[in-house]
């Protein structure tokens, strides 16, 4: 969406000390007047991403509780199914690691006398 020309378009600016910082952080160096500004729709999109991110960490970690509280935890079968690049760098322990497009395949060859709980979020 594009702003009227009457439209306010001023955008808010970096602190100076931030971009001081960034610098020797490994950061690019800006100028002092540089100044970044995020659409109501980029705005929007970080906010549902973010809130979707924070609930899939806090649910993962409810599962993980899970596992290890619940009485018929050797009863649960966790399958990570992201890729196995990510699932080799971070795993939850004992998992086991069916990538969803092997998943099909694999099917049948999964106990069927146990809960399976299927996880996959991010990279890591």
Not at 11 to 25: E, K
Request: hydrophobic share 45%; charged share 25%; with cysteine.
């Amino acid at each position: 969406m594009q702003p009227s020309p009457s439209a306010d378009t001023r955008r808010p600016s970096f602190p100076s000390a931030l971009i001081s910082i960034a610098a020797p952080a490994g950061g690019i160096l800006l100028p002092k007047e540089a100044s970044m500004a995020f659409s109501p729709d980029d705005i929007r999109a970080n906010r549902e991403f973010f809130a979707a991110k924070l609930r899939a960490e806090a649910e993962k970690q409810s599962v993980v509780n899970w596992v290890k509280k619940e009485p018929g935890a050797k009863e649960i079968v966790l399958l990570d199914a992201r890729a196995r690049d990510a699932f080799a760098k971070a795993h939850i322990e004992g998992a086991v690691s069916v990538p969803l497009d092997e998943l099909k395949q694999v099917a049948a060859q999964l106990p069927r006398d146990k809960t399976l709980v299927v996880y996959c979020w991010n990279q890591y």
